[in-house]
């Protein structure tokens, strides 16, 4: 007989995405400004996406079809204050209805307000590199949540407000460093209008670090003091960071600036959200490369599913907040390791329960191969594959087999 790993009661069995990536057609964003800028370094732009801003509903009963009792998806501030605090009721009443079909269909919403996509013109206006500008994201979380706040389960303000730190430490890609360059920063700006063009996370970190802090608290306050009588944290970037014996003052040294920093803000929140693909090493002098031989994702960092345990007792130990587990998962063309990732992640989530840790649930990033930023649509992360031209899901096997652990509220060894 295999032997099972039983989850608590109540398990929150989630899949996520981000509006930008799925939704298609997000044309006041920052995002969409940074795709066609002439010399955009993004392969292709976002365009239609998953279409998922019209197809919600069948997109919903298909997440609830498949096993699932959880869905963690982000309303998207540039439809909802398209301009400087002119906000739309139409799409504040979008976001109401995809929050009704999660209920109808049982599933969990837990809504991010910011997923790396600002409005233009809060791009136009300096975005996180402006401290004064934290207030203007509160004011915005505060309206969003006096519309959507009795249907919200659970929120998180900012999505990895860290991610830039982190990509940076970890060393650039060509088109993070072509999205940095002054002279495309300011033909982002000219596009707008305007003489500057700051966007998440594409933007100078050390003033973005402060803004994010007080915009994450600011919007904790905004979202409690509104209709937010649900859970409120942060989601962070969290790779396992580990040191070869002589590069334990590197790593701490590392991970205070990536991770520390914000977790000893997120200690007031209610929960962590904990977001995890790989693991990082360090020695004396710096980040090691992948040992030679080691398996890559396509996102050509090591296929490492053990990181999730790690960054789960780090987050927990740090800040003694329950953790809910909103991202983890793997770009691959080939699903039977996306199954081999989770079911070897998932071990990982079941020793921290069995540990005492409160993990109240485990959302698998992504829903859909989507838009996977400067990348475009080539990496796949989706349990459901979608043909863009037609706009056609295809549950993948691995798709089936979380949702019937998720079912089950157990993992069969
Ligand atoms: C982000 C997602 C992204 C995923 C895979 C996370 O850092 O929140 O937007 O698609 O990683 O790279």
Redesign the pocket.
Known sequence: MPEQLTFPKDFLWGTAG?AH?VEGNNINSDSWVLEHVPGSPFVEPSGDACDHYHRYPDDIALIASLGFNTYRFSIEWARIEPEQGEFSIAALEHYRRMLAACHEHGLTPIVTYH??TSPRWFAAKGGWEVMANAELFARYCEKATAHLGDLIAAACTL??PN?GILIQQMGFMPSDAKLLNAPFRAAAAKAVGSDTFAAFPHCQQQPARDTFLKAHRLAFDAIKASRGDFPVGMTL?MSDHQAVPGGEAVRDKARHEIDDVFLDVARADDFIGV?T?TRTRYGAEGILPSEAGVELTQ?RYEFYPEALEATIRYAASYTGLPVIVT?N?I?TEDDTRRIEYVRRALRGVHQCLQDGIEVRGYCY??IFD?F??AQGYR?K?GLIAVDRTMQIRTPKPSAKWLGSIAQENALAE
Do not use: R, T
């Open positions: 981000a990536q997923h790396f999505n990895e991610v970037a977001q693909y996102m991202e998962g770009g990033w992504s989507n996977e930023w990496p992360f």
